[in-house]
């Protein structure tokens, strides 16, 4: 093959994606769909259910304030920190709740996996940014709010190539 | 006219005519790291890789975290390959702690591995095609990656550091329609890069600038323990997955692509061709994957090795054979972990391939040793 030809061929491949789709995810307008409500662990089974390992979710009637998921992220982040939970809040017998710190947090969810008593999940969120080192410190009752999160976006591939619709 | 060299490295003092040359750490065509480079005109004279911007200390901080949460922190060398990474740790683990894996565990674990390898290759080729001043073929594959992202998005939850694979199984099972997606995908995916070929690996401005140069010979390939696609392109058919298949590499039919030329032409087609096989390597998984069963195995808190015993595991990531070294001592630690990556193997060939090459050449050889900076430093 010649080397005009082999350019041509070049040019003609990069030319034929003028009529394909546009494959780009326009983000803050779009945004992804995914599946289920975020990870989360069944410790029956000792397997978890697939989802997005975002925000944590934190279920006061569940917890006990054990500080399994604490001891599971030492080695890992140090991200978690056994608070005082406030009187009027729901206490439980040690009155300590985790709260979690987004700056350090890696998101690898092993602290769901500590959980014994479905108290801490993942949810979907994972717009957490802020203008503050403690805007991102999440505490109990933070955490036990449950995120809204926009899905309309999932790749759809079609004879004109792929695209987010 | 003298040259303050650092202590310890290869070059030696020269004449006024050659020119030493740092190239990095900063520069975008070394990584983190820096190649130091001496030049006569326009042609290298001598070259000194100097690794070791990025060290972070993996090996000394997994004595301190338990078999469970070394997981996070070893999958961080490589990213974007952070499933391969993580296999060979995972698999000796599981033999010092004596669990036995589900089969259906298996078979996920090998294609969210194959997944990954594609998206590693996929990043690399990017960066390669923009060392080459090829923005399309830079945009491309970064594009196309995201296919696979999303795939490993819906199985493990994140989409690059995934922390999916735990002594004893993976962390969850796939989610429901997995299946019909990842083929759907990852066939559009295989059509897309043959798309490639045309526009990237059959152009004559690339064939002109990668041909016969840094060329490694088969006995120089083998004499300097290089591994994965850079020995592959020099004419050796070497394949973990083949010669010592783990998991359920055994059961499926793996083809392993090999050129003879071992220039960097070839060097970069070995990944490309790669990629081709692992979509068919995911294909025969999930048709023989069972379609239901248990894919952890419950572990206690804590798990504790048996007594004084080491072992050494090593897979076929998307760089080379990727070993890991685990000592126990019969504690929740791991006495010592040391990680043998294909990165620096690789790297230890860049003097012999710079030497006699133009300096606009640096960056194609270079980069198609399949060299990772973090990892090799780790």
């Known amino acids: ?165 | 006219m003298t040259f303050n060299l650092p202590s310890g490295l290869a070059l030696q003092k020269v004449d006024e005519r050659i020119m030493t040359l740092n190239v990095g750490p900063q520069h975008p065509g070394s990584g983190h790291m820096r190649i130091i480079v001496q030049i006569d005109g326009d042609y290298i004279v001598a070259c000194d890789p100097d690794p070791g911007y990025v060290h972070r200390g993996e090996e000394k901080m997994a004595e301190y975290r338990n078999y469970i949460t070394n997981i996070p922190h070893l999958e961080r060398p490589v990213i974007h390959d952070s499933c391969n990474v993580l296999y060979p740790y995972v698999l000796g683990a599981e033999e010092l702690l004596g669990i036995e894996v589900p089969e259906r565990a298996k078979y996920v674990r090998v294609i969210a591995s194959e997944l990954n390898r594609c998206i590693y290759i996929m990043y690399w080729l990017a960066i390669y095609g923009i060392f080459l001043g090829h923005s399309t073929m830079f945009m491309w594959p970064a594009g196309d990656r995201e296919l696979l992202i999303d795939l490993m998005e819906k199985m493990t939850g994140a989409r690059v550091t995934h922390a999916h694979f735990v002594p004893g199984g993976v962390r969850n099972d796939l989610p429901p329609n997995f299946e019909d997606v990842c083929l759907r995908q990852v066939n559009y995916f295989e059509k897309r890069i043959k798309e490639y070929a045309a526009i990237f690996y059959d152009n004559p401005i690339l064939i002109a600038r990668t041909r016969d140069t840094g060329v490694l010979s088969r006995q120089d390939a083998i004499r300097y323990g290089t591994t994965g696609s850079v020995l592959r392109a020099s004419g050796v058919d070497y394949d973990l997955r083949v010669k010592e298949p783990y998991d359920v590499y055994d059961e499926l039919d793996v083809h392993t692509n090999v050129m003879k030329e071992g220039d960097s032409y070839a060097r970069s087609k070995i990944p490309w061709l790669d990629m081709l096989e692992s979509c068919n390597i995911i294909r025969q998984a999930l048709q023989k994957m069972p379609k239901s069963g248990s894919v952890r195995v419950k572990l206690k808190p804590n798990p504790k090795t048996k007594g004084l015993e080491s072992v050494y595991k090593r897979v076929e990531s998307g760089r080379g054979s990727l070993g890991c070294y685990i000592v126990s001592d019969g504690k929740v630690e791991p006495y010592r972990v040391k990680l043998s990556v294909p990165s620096f193997r690789n790297l230890i060939a860049l003097p012999n391939l710079l030497k006699g090459e133009k300096l606009g050449n640096m960056p194609s050889v270079y980069w198609s040793l399949n060299y990772w900076p973090v990892e090799a430093d780790r």
């Open chain 1, 1 to 165: 093959m010649g080397t005009a030809t082999g350019i041509i061929r070049a040019l003609n491949s990069g030319i034929k994606h003028i009529a394909m789709k546009r494959f780009t995810l326009r983000y803050p307008e779009e945004k992804l769909k995914f599946v289920g409500d975020g990870y989360q662990f069944d410790p029956s089974t000792g397997v978890g259910i697939a989802g997005l390992k975002g925000r944590h979710m934190l279920f006061h009637d569940h917890c006990t304030g054990c500080q399994l998921c604490s001891i599971a992220c030492e080695g890992v982040a140090e991200a978690i920190a056994m608070v005082k939970v406030p009187e009027e809040q729901k206490q439980n017998k040690k009155s300590i709740m985790p709260q979690i710190d987004y700056g350090k947090c890696v998101f690898c969810g092993l602290c769901v996996d500590a959980c014994p008593f479905y108290a801490l999940y993942m949810t979907n969120d994972y717009e957490l940014s802020s203008f503050s080192k403690e805007g991102l410190i999440y505490t109990p009752a933070q955490l036990q709010v449950k995120p809204y999160v926009a899905q309309d976006s999932e790749i759809q591939i079609s004879d004109r190539g792929a695209t987010h619709g």
